[in-house]
């Protein structure tokens, strides 16, 4: 898979890439299949990601895997979806501890079912100190959550609620901003992702469905990413 990737000096590979995995049901339903078979699909190709971002020389990985409003969908779909989460865990915890991944874990967990919260701590617990990719993973996420999470716990300890306070209350406030955002599926939306930290994040929107994403479709998307001009409001480097 490494002829796949691309060979960009170093700053031009995104830091931190945040990916919207969208297009599970729409891949299953091609295949005249039960959402439940993209779901599936699904998982193997965040496998696969998490390797490619790993051997990119990506340092933070963020993965969009439950909204908020995604309790919204029918019960099924919802308690499937926490029963693969919960097996899929189960099953890839030694292997990315083995690979010096730290897994983290963000989002509203209120309505979670217990054995799901208890591994994400165990899994965040066994991988703290690891020192390779950060893997996070939203789960039960929204944007306008995360914003409203970090302002009620300025109000709390009586803070000013000022940009730069806001930026430190936020579900992992230790780590940069993505450079990079991978949309699947099509759509044009941000679908309530992380709103505040996507300010001047580049934004990569194809139309592959997430469980066709691969390694070159990835690699494809640093390329993409390598070439643009960030300039957060500023002219030109040149001008
Ligand atoms: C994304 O795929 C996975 C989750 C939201 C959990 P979808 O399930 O939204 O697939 P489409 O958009 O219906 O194809
Ligand atoms: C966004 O996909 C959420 C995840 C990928 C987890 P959705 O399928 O829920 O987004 P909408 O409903 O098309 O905006
Ligand atoms: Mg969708």
């Avoid at 430190?168 to 939306?189: C, F, M, Q, S, W």
Wanted: with cysteine; proline share 5%; aromatic share 8%.
């Amino acid at each position: 898979m490494t002829s796949d990737l691309p060979n960009l000096p170093d700053m031009r590979i995104p830091a931190h890439v945040a990916v919207i995995m969208d297009g599970n049901g729409r891949w299953a339903k091609q295949r005249l299949r039960p959402r439940a078979f993209g779901h599936q699909a699904g998982v193997k190709s965040a496998r696969r990601i998490v390797r490619a971002a790993h051997n990119s020389g990506v340092k933070m990985l963020t993965l969009f895997a439950f909204s908020q409003e995604n309790w919204q969908r029918p019960p099924i779909e919802v308690s499937l979806l926490m029963g693969l989460f919960v097996r899929t865990l189960r099953r890839e915890l030694g292997s990315l501890h083995r690979s010096a991944v730290r897994i983290r874990f963000i989002g509203d967990h209120g309505d979670f079912p217990n054995d799901l919260t208890a591994l994400m701590q165990d899994a965040e617990s066994l991988t703290r100190d690891n020192a390779g990719l950060q893997l996070i993973i939203a789960v039960g996420y929204g944007g306008h959550w995360d914003i409203a999470q970090a302002a009620s716990s300025l109000c709390r300890d009586g803070l000013p609620i000022t940009p730069q306070a806001i930026e430190a209350r936020l579900a992992v406030a230790d780590l940069p901003h993505p450079d990079l955002l991978i949309r699947t599926g099509g759509e044009k939306r941000l679908s309530n992702f992380l709103l505040w930290q996507l300010a001047y994040t580049e934004l990569h929107l194809v139309d592959t469905l997430w469980p066709d994403f691969d390694e070159a479709a990835f690699a494809a998307a640093l390329s993409w990413y390598a070439s643009r001009d960030r300039r957060y409001g500023r002219v030109p480097e040149a001008s």
